[in-house]
């Protein structure tokens, strides 16, 4: 944590009167702050984890030279102690060698170095405008335009150089901030590559690029994941059209280092960099088992409340790593990858992806959005909800409005014929139908006003058309007949 201490030394500012914890934070006042507040250690957990320590440079050698030949002796024990959790002075040095990360840094050197001072980038200014909201509460990157700011900076322009194809996405802030902490800007930015390019497991690069594919997929399969090991919780989300794509995103956009208590983010990240995104899923699923039976009976607003604030009981990564590892999903996830890239590659496939790709590229801008700005949560939510709604603009983005408001204007056009040419019938169906839309506009999308003038106007015209109806035909203002002289 040798960022930490350059912080310390150089970054000037009232913050370094509070307290920190032992990860870097300052302490919110609040005990259940979601960022690195863990228990103060025992004396018998201090040695302890020294006797770890112990057991972990003897497993890595000096500088890593002994990891390959321990890793292939000992596989078992190895997947065994990082699942336990890596100790935090040997963290940075161990991703290095289990990411792949190591090899790419030897076979490339001075190309990082080139990549800052000599390249340009066209996200410079979007790097900017955002690594300020990267752990704005962590003292390595709180001064502006400091040594933490500019080596996130640099790290970000450096892959957005690097790939020009990916770029630069609001998401990738949080991954590039949490390695920063463990190791050296080149260190760091070589880890990025591993990741995205699949130096060890699969690419993800698709996370980044245009559309955010693989965010699609991961959804698509955590999606039925929830379905088969949860049946009653998904057949709630569906009753409430709660989609993943609400509360699930910036778990694999940032895997996990977006709004999590900082001591479970590295304890996935420690099994992540080994196993895959696999554990993604797994800590996904446990999440949703350990608060199940509470999740079940939710309506939707407190539903996706519940799954953006999980008790601190269920961030333990001491009680929620073991329940993710029960979950076995690795054959599930290849069959699910199949079915679904079988789907994408089929003639109903293909027109579905290009149809709603331009709306899943917003929906997910939103949700960078959201991860880079948290005051906005709320409407970011609401917007997310009413994309993936079944009535929402998946089936009426483009003509949805015109149609609407095509209501209101025939509506008024009416108002030329007399009363016996307007159906009533019809009339009552469309204040039905505007009544309802309104209701969804109001407490699904709250924020939604043109949606809700739309049907507000729509009711009002058919209202008064339906009482034109009922008075031509009797039904209102009938007069009683004058009695006879």
Known sequence: MDKKKEADEVEPGPSHSRSVDRFGFIKAE????????????????????ERRIRKWRKMIGVGGSDWRHYVTRKPHVVKRRIRKGIPDCLRGLVWQLISGSRDLLLMNPGVYETLV??????????????ISRTFPSHIF??????????????????????????????????????????????????LIVALLKG?????????????????????????????????????????????PSMYASQ?????????????LTLRVWDVFLYEGVKVVFQVGLALLRFCHDDLVKLPFEKLLYSLRNFPEEATDPDT??????????????VELEKEYRKRLEGPSG???????????????????????GGERSDMATAFKAFVNSPVGPKTTHFWGPVANWGFVLAGLVDLNKPPEMISGNMTAAMCVYSGLFMRFAWMVQPRNYLLLAC?????????????????????IGKKEPEAQQ
């Open 30 to 49: 609040q005990s259940n702050s979601p960022e690195g507040i863990v228990r103060s250690r025992s004396i018998h957990e201090h040695e302890r984890e």
């Open 117 to 130: 001072i000599y390249e340009t980038s066209s996200s410079e200014l979007e790097i900017i405008r955002d």
């Open 141 to 190: 990157f709180q001064q502006r335009h400091g040594p933490g700011q500019r080596s996130l900076y640099n790290v970000l322009k450096a892959y957005s150089v690097y790939d020009r194809d990916v770029g630069y996405v609001q998401g990738m802030g949080f991954i590039a901030g949490l390695l920063l902490l463990y190791m050296s800007e080149e260190d760091a930015f070589w």
């Open 199 to 243: 130096a060890v497991h699969a690419p993800m690069e698709g996370l980044y690029q245009a559309g955010l594919p693989l965010v699609q997929q991961y959804l698509c399969q955590f999606e039925n994941l929830v379905i088969e090991h949860m049946p009653k919780l998904g057949q709630n989300f569906q009753d409430e059209m709660i989609n």
């Open 251 to 263: 778990w694999f956009i940032t895997v996990f280092s977006y709004s999590f208590p900082f001591h």
């Open 320 to 333: 929620l790593l073991p329940l993710a590892f029960s979950f076995k999903v690795s054959s599930r996830l």
């Open 350 to 372: 293909r027109s579905s992806s290009k149809r709603l790709q331009p709306l899943n590229s917003k929906v997910m801008m939103r949700v960078g959005d959201l991860i880079a």
């Open 455 to 475: 049907h507000a106007s729509n009711e009002t015209v058919q209202l008064y058309h339906l009482s034109r109806c009922a008075k031509a035909q009797g039904y």
